[in-house]
C-alpha cells in the first residue's frame, strides 16, 4: 500500500493519529511510531535541541515507515521553512 500524503489524509474525516517529537530520535523512530498506529509525526525544532542535519536523517527515518513528517522549524523565516521542505517535511 502506498503511502498516504498529508494532502491525502486531509481529503478525509477519518481521524488521524499522530506524535510529537521533541527530544528522542532514534534510527528506528518511523517503525515505531507506525507499529504505535500514528499516522503522522510533528517533529519540533523550537523547542529542541535537533539540528537540521538530524531533521534530514529523522525524515528519512518517517519516509521509510510511511509516517507522513509535519515540521516546527526554530523561525518563521523563508530560509527554514524551505529548508525542512527541501529536505521532504510535508508540512
Not at 503511502?3 to 506524535?19: F, N, P, V, Y
Not at 539540528?51 to 510511511?66: M, N, P, Q, V, W
Amino acid at each position: 500500500m502506498a503511502r498516504q500524503t498529508l494532502k491525502d489524509m486531509a481529503k478525509s474525516r477519518e481521524i488521524k493519529l499522530g506524535h510529537f517529537l521533541v527530544e528522542f530520535m532514534t534510527p528506528g523512530i518511523g517503525h515505531i511510531l507506525k507499529q504505535a498506529g500514528c499516522d503522522f509525526a510533528l517533529f519540533d525544532m523550537e523547542h529542541s535541541g535537533f539540528s537540521f542535519e538530524t531533521l534530514k536523517s529523522a525524515i528519512r527515518y518517517f519516509e521509510a515507515a510511511g509516517v507522513a513528517v509535519i515540521v516546527r522549524v526554530p523561525a518563521q523565516e523563508n530560509d527554514m521553512l524551505a529548508r525542512a521542505c527541501d529536505m521532504g517535511a510535508e508540512g
